[in-house]
């Protein structure tokens, strides 16, 4: 695998951000191919891709220093997208507007700069805790843009999230009702999961198929289980999986990226792990 860090200048946020990129490469038994024929890092296809969005508190070499992603990055033949959110959850926050940086800006950068796939079949998001919710919010508001979804002990939060999601505002929300479309009440419902879910059947839309996953001890559980019975209740294909013993933890979370990388329903050539050509 390559991992590249970049600092990359964006125009929606007006200054410098770090991405990381993980790429699928020749590996080592590759290159030690007993006939020495030479490997090729042009890949015959562009990349499946999963933009994997960090929790709050967290940045762009988080998933790569708690997990092992980039092992299972390579064994599954699948790009990586990691970026800073700055703990504003992915939407717009005061004078940022991390909404229109992840689903605009940021995908054109990396389609533009690495062999990445811009197809909807073989573009993926996911995330975990606020990266949970900014992975529904920005898959179920554009749910023709990805194929597949990971949903990680998402916090699926009611409120505006002015300067972040944190754990001590989610528990108190965690067992309330959770948002309907139409409702004059509800804080800000365009970027409701609860609510742009609804829309997507109102619209006649399609979901993604979805995979989510939280840990028995986890304060997000009833949260998640209810969201999840929502999604299926409107139709939506959605693959559950659940560890009593873990809780909101980075061992629960290495765990379950590897499952939703194997999950994936894919239809590249590299799917199922397959080697590149050399």
């Not at 708690?66 to 390579?74: I, K």
């Not at 796939?117 to 993926?124: A, C, H, M, V």
Request: with cysteine; aromatic share 10%.
């Amino acid at each position: 695998m390559a991992k590249i860090t970049c600092n990359i200048i964006s125009q929606v946020l007006k200054r410098a951000i770090d991405i990381t990129v993980i790429i699928p490469t020749p590996t080592i038994p590759d290159a030690l191919s007993p006939d020495g024929k030479r490997v090729s890092y042009i890949p015959p296809e562009k990349y499946p891709v999963i933009y994997l969005l960090h929790g709050f508190g967290n940045d762009h070499a988080t998933w790569s220093g708690y997990t092992n992603v980039e092992l299972y990055a390579e064994e599954n033949q699948i790009a990586v997208v990691n970026l800073s959110a700055e703990n504003k959850a992915y939407i717009e926050n005061g004078m940022d507007d991390f909404y229109t940086f992840v689903s605009e800006e940021l995908p054109e950068m990396v389609c533009g700069l690495f062999p990445v796939s811009d197809k909807p079949e073989s573009t993926y998001i996911a995330g975990l805790s606020m990266g949970g919710y900014g992975t529904l919010t920005h898959a179920l508001s554009h749910p023709e843009r990805f194929a597949a979804v990971g949903a990680l002990s998402a916090a699926v939060i009611r409120k505006n999230p002015e300067g972040g999601i944190r754990m001590e505002d989610i528990k108190k929300e965690a067992e309330a009702e959770l948002p309907k479309d139409g409702d004059p009440n509800v804080d800000m419902p365009d970027r409701q999961p609860s609510v742009l879910a609804e829309r997507i059947v109102k619209e006649g839309g399609k979901f993604p198929k979805i995979y989510m996953a939280c840990g028995g001890k986890d304060a997000l559980f009833e949260m998640n289980k209810k969201f999840c019975d929502k999604l299926i209740a409107l139709g939506a294909d959605v693959t559950w999986d659940e560890i009593d013993r873990y809780g909101h933890e980075w061992r629960f979370w290495d765990i379950e990226i590897e499952k939703f990388m194997e999950w994936i329903p894919r239809t590249d050539i590299y799917a199922a792990g397959g080697k590149r050509q050399v």
